[in-house]
C-alpha cells in the first residue's frame, strides 16, 4: 500500500446502510458489544435497537470519538485508543462489530488478538471489509501524482501491481476467513454486502431507486451474491480449550 500517513478511512453510517448492515447481523446481537473503528457512532442506535444493552465505541481519531459522544445515546460510551492495545480486561464483551475497519489497521494479527482477548467465551466477531469480487475499489487509490476514486477494476489486479497505489487492503473472501481462522476463532456464517448507491451513485436515478427496492433480494443467491462489495464473516471464541467450532 502507499506509505506515508495511514488512510483512516470514512463513515458509512449513511442512513439506508445502517439499516441494511445492522438488519443482516441481528440475529447476532445481545449483551454488550464493542464497536471497534466506531468513527463518529452512526451504527450504534441501530445496534442498540435491534438487541443489543450496551455498546462500547472505540476509535484512533480523537475528534470521531468526540463526535460520537454528541449524539448522547443511552447505554453507550465512547472511548480514544491508541490502534494496537485496547483498554479493556479480559472477556469484557459480548460481541464486536468490525464495520469496514480491517483493511485499515497496522497489524491484522495483534488486532484480531486483541479483539479475541476483550470477548468472553462464545463471544461473537461480525467482521465486515472490502471484497475483491467487486471490481471497483471503493476507497482511493494514487498513481503517479494523481489521487482518484472510487477505482474500476483495481482489485481484479494482481496486489504486486497495485500494493503501491493503494490506501486500504482489499480481501478474497478466503483470505478474510483465514485471518479470522488463524486468530483462533471458530468459523460460521460467510456472505455479502452490497452496496446501497447513497454515497456513490453509481445509476441513473430512477435505476438507483429500482436497485434500492430490490438488491436485499440478492443477499443469497449463489453465485451473483459473491460479487458484493463487501464480505462479511462471523466468527466465535471458543467456549473452552480444544478445536474451534460454530454454534450460532
Not at 469484557?92 to 464495520?99: A, C, L, P, Q, S
Not at 479475541?116 to 487509490?141: Q, T
Not at 454486502?193 to 441513473?204: F, G
Request: glycine letters at 10%; proline letters at 7%.
Amino acid at each position: 500500500m502507499v506509505t506515508g500517513e495511514p488512510d483512516r478511512g470514512s463513515a458509512t453510517a449513511t442512513p439506508l446502510n445502517v439499516r441494511y448492515r445492522v438488519d443482516r447481523i441481528s440475529k447476532y446481537l445481545s449483551g454488550h458489544w464493542l464497536d471497534f473503528g466506531c468513527a463518529d457512532g452512526g451504527y450504534d442506535e441501530r445496534l442498540l435497537a435491534c438487541g443489543l444493552e450496551a455498546v462500547t465505541g472505540v476509535d484512533v481519531e480523537e475528534s470521531r470519538i468526540a463526535d460520537a459522544k454528541r449524539r448522547g445515546l443511552r447505554n453507550a460510551e465512547y472511548v480514544h485508543f491508541d490502534g494496537h492495545t485496547l483498554p479493556f480486561v479480559d472477556g469484557t464483551f459480548d460481541g464486536t462489530f468490525m464495520n469496514e475497519v480491517f483493511e485499515h489497521v497496522a497489524d491484522e494479527r495483534r488486532t484480531l488478538a486483541e479483539v479475541r482477548r476483550v470477548l468472553k467465551p462464545g463471544g461473537i466477531l461480525v467482521l465486515i471489509s472490502p471484497n475483491r469480487w467487486f471490481p471497483v475499489d471503493g476507497h482511493y487509490v494514487v498513481v503517479g501524482s494523481r489521487e482518484f476514486g472510487p477505482a474500476p477494476l483495481v482489485p481484479w489486479l494482481p496486489e504486486r501491481v497495485t500494493r503501491n497505489w493503494t490506501v486500504a487492503r482489499n480481501y478474497w473472501p478466503g483470505e478474510l476467513k483465514r485471518h479470522v481462522r488463524e486468530a483462533g476463532f471458530a468459523l460460521g456464517e460467510t456472505g455479502f454486502i452490497w452496496p446501497v448507491m447513497e454515497t456513490h451513485r453509481w445509476l441513473p436515478r430512477g435505476g438507483i431507486a429500482w436497485y434500492q427496492r430490490h438488491f436485499r433480494k440478492w443477499d443469497h443467491v449463489a453465485g451473483l451474491r459473491r460479487f458484493g462489495c463487501s464480505t462479511l464473516v462471523v466468527g466465535v471464541k471458543p467456549a473452552r480449550p480444544g478445536p474451534a467450532t460454530f454454534s450460532p
